[in-house]
């Protein structure tokens, strides 16, 4: 009966998974549509992770022995639950001792304020900034930037990534990061990352788009995304985010048409979530 439980699990995270993308909004860049998509795509990406999580942690509180309605229980179920219970926490250690061992490289490089920000100053040519870290992350941006911008459109850049630390991207892309790492096996897996990254820019983008001008906004952003991208981890969020060239458009198109979308989960998203803790409902039904 355990086995048939994550059985079902996984086929509900893979149905989940296919009937978002298929129900998914149209890439249009209205307010509502941008909504939709921000929420309908943390959904589909964390839902799997947190049904198996609860399906897994049920299937350990109620033992690999006994009885469950008619049917007995069995070793694998148990095993299995251990696997992926295990995968996470490996998964999530990984990632935090990353997430460590680049702030403390980080830190041994000299801290400035550029036009009233704290920023970490790389000694490297290419035109990079981003914030790193988790719930207080470090603006770090390169000295090839500071030389190739001039004041107004360093200014735009500073005003992104200081957006980026509003809204906490660094945090919640690194638990989402990890969501991301544990379901890679679903499908559409990374299509459904890269929606996301691309909200979180335009979201940043909007952000400071209420602080700067938005041409001078748009016209840094496509003069930065020219220079050669870094790929970067979940817990950096960098202004030249890597994203096929149909979504620097949308970002563009989002600047320009005035979009401010504010892209919030909200209670309803919670709410929408509750249904994960169903497995946990079934341990009284063990014996």
Not at 44 to 69: D, E, F, K
Not at 257 to 283: A, E, K, M, S
Request: aromatic share 10%; charged share 15%; with cysteine.
């Amino acid at each position: 009966m355990h086995l048939l439980m994550i059985l079902m699990a996984l086929a509900i995270a893979l149905g989940l998974r296919q009937g978002n993308l298929n129900g998914q909004p149209s890439p249009g860049l209205s307010l509502a549509n941008l909504e939709q998509r921000w929420r309908s795509g943390i959904i589909a990406l964390v839902a799997p992770v947190l049904l198996l999580l609860t399906t897994a942690i049920a299937v350990l509180s109620m033992g690999a022995q006994g009885q469950m309605v008619w049917q007995g229980t069995g070793l694998a179920s148990y095993f299995l639950a251990w696997l992926f219970l295990l995968t996470a926490l490996a998964c999530f250690l990984h990632q935090g001792r990353k997430l460590r061992r680049t702030l403390a490289q980080l830190r041994q490089h000299p801290k400035r304020e550029i036009l009233g920000y704290p920023c970490r100053i790389l000694d490297d040519t290419a035109l990079f900034s981003a914030q790193v870290g988790g719930w207080n992350p470090e603006l770090t941006i390169t000295q090839g930037l500071l030389d190739h911008l001039d004041g107004d459109r360093l200014a735009a850049v500073l005003a992104h990534e200081e957006g980026h630390r509003v809204y906490r991207d660094t945090f919640w892309f690194f638990w989402l990061g990890i969501c991301y790492r544990l379901t890679l096996w679903l499908p559409h897996s990374d299509l459904l990352w890269q929606d996301l990254l691309l909200l979180r820019e335009i979201r940043a983008d909007a952000w400071a788009a209420q602080q700067v001008d938005e041409l001078l906004l748009a016209e840094s952003l496509l003069d930065v995304v020219r220079a050669p991208l870094r790929s970067t981890d979940s817990f950096e969020a960098a202004f030249s985010c890597t994203a096929p060239p149909s979504r620097l458009e949308q970002r563009i198109e989002a600047l320009l048409c005035g979009i401010h979308p504010g892209l919030h989960f909200g209670w309803r998203g919670i709410l929408q979530l509750i249904w994960v803790l169903l497995p946990l409902t079934i341990i009284p039904f063990h014996h």
